[in-house]
């Protein structure tokens, strides 16, 4: 008996939520709350361990200045709160650091939005130090205008006694450290950037291509990366399963390697910090050769999905990127398949369609290479070396006036070894 309840108070209870967004005439496309929108809301509340247990959605012209949603609205949330037990409300949109801290007094409750949830769930999930870096990074340069918005009752009380001076000093005090931190946390990922570019230096002259994976959350990017590699990341049905960058190798028919890389899924309303500071990492995307875009098509919402990635795709700078279309889980929805040309349809679990992704790929890839039976001289040995060293050798021959090598290369190597070309395949 005592056992049992020592094993039920160990369980961490789960906060019960109610869910608050607000449909404004003012808002850009996109900002307002919707059935969809709130629906994923819903999903990231459970994602970062907390029940949503109430909705409320509002349609107005604009915010409330005050408290976004008004105090008619105010006074019915309340009413949620103490009907369903609430520990504490999430909006669907951005609240200003004042209206938080309003409708925290208010309601005597916790306030969160959409940006700290996802945030949150970011903190929870990053597990290298790079990670942890970029969401340490998003939580502080998030903080800040919310820290100054915390302090503005002493501000207001100018020249009270006993809360002026400290006051301001308290918060001139956080502010420096926040600031320290924030220039700390940018430092160091500035040494992540130079890193990695060593790293892709050192990749490019290698000659290894990269193929990288992205998509809106929950995809089926990491189930496609072990179906493709034969690895073993972990792939849950869940939003931002994946958020530090997981690359593995995977050999194409040809006989061609590549570097395959995983990324942090997008979402509607990603914080503008997050994205900053996710940068680092991200910006792999510019430097891929080819990317897989990832499209769950169980999804209702599959087509706005797309349009959010191919955006973000955008403001990270790679919309010239070569980008195949992947149409996933295509077992489950076949007879709404789009036929665009160049698209792929599979089924990252099945294996359905991985063949065809596979041969699309190294059309992309091969457009630029040479592929040919190269018969070398024995007196050009180092030719061979060469062909082993810059370019895919397939098969290799002894013949009586020399080597006889079958092999995919570049431009640059097919320049110094075509004149003993025998036959050119591609």
């Known amino acids: 008996m005592n ?32 059935d969809v929108s709130m629906a994923e809301l819903a999903a990231l509340v459970e994602t970062a361990g907390g029940e949503p247990v109430a909705y ?12 976004f949603i008004g105090e008619g609205k105010e006074e019915e949330l309340r009413g949620l709160i103490e009907t369903n037990g609430c520990d504490l409300v999430v909006f669907d949109n951005e609240l200003s650091p ?12 916790k306030v969160m939005d959409r940006s700290g949830l996802i945030l949150d769930i970011f903190a929870q999930r990053a597990r290298t130090r790079e990670g ?18 915390m302090w503005t009752h002493l501000e207001r009380q100018e020249g009270a006694i006993g809360t002026r001076g400290p006051g301001e000093t308290q ?30 230096r050192r990749r490019e002259k290698n000659e290894m291509p990269t ?5 809106y959350t929950n ?23 994946t958020l530090d960058t997981t690359t593995r190798r995977l050999q194409l028919a040809e006989a061609q390697e590549v570097l395959l890389s995983d990324t942090v899924g997008f979402i509607r309303k990603l914080p503008t910090h997050l994205i900053e500071a996710f940068k680092a990492t991200l910006e792999e995307l510019q430097y891929a050769d080819v990317l897989l875009h990832v499209i769950d098509m169980s999804s209702e919402e599959w087509r706005s999905q797309a349009e959010i990635v191919d955006a973000l795709i955008a403001q990270l700078g790679a919309e010239g990127t070569p980008c195949i279309r992947v149409y996933n889980k295509c077992d489950i929805s076949p007879d709404l398949l789009p036929r665009e040309a160049g698209s792929v349809c599979i089924s990252a679990k099945t294996g359905e369609g991985i063949e065809a992704l596979l041969r699309r790929i190294s059309d992309i890839l091969g457009q630029s290479l040479h592929r040919a039976v190269f018969l070398i001289p ?49």
């Open 3 to 34: 056992e049992s309840r020592s094993a039920n108070e160990l369980e961490k209870k789960k906060e019960r939520a109610v869910l608050c967004g607000l449909a404004a005439a003012c808002f850009a496309p996109g900002e307002s709350s919707t």
């Open 378 to 426: 024995y007196d050009k040995g180092a030719l061979v070396q060469l062909l082993h060293d810059e370019g895919n050798v397939l098969t290799l021959d002894y013949a009586e006036t020399g080597t006889r090598i079958e092999a995919v290369v570049k431009p640059e190597l097919w320049a110094r070894v075509r004149v003993f070309a025998e036959e050119i395949i591609k």
């Open 211 to 215: 193929v990288a994976l992205v998509g």
């Open 98 to 109: 004042s209206q938080m801290r309003v409708l925290s007094e208010d309601l005597k409750i």
């Open 219 to 241: 995809a089926g990017k990491s189930t496609l990366l072990n179906r493709l590699t034969g690895s073993d990341i972990p792939a849950n049905d869940r939003l931002f399963d």
């Open 132 to 149: 942890q870096l970029q969401v340490e990074l998003a939580q502080y340069k998030y903080l800040l205008p919310r820290l100054l918005g």
């Open 171 to 200: 918060l001139e005090s956080d502010r420096r450290h926040i600031r320290r931190k924030i220039q700390k946390l940018e430092s160091e990922l500035a040494e992540v950037r130079k890193n990695r570019a060593t790293q892709r």
């Open 56 to 67: 409320l959605v509002q349609n107005r012209a604009a915010p409330d200045p005050r408290s």
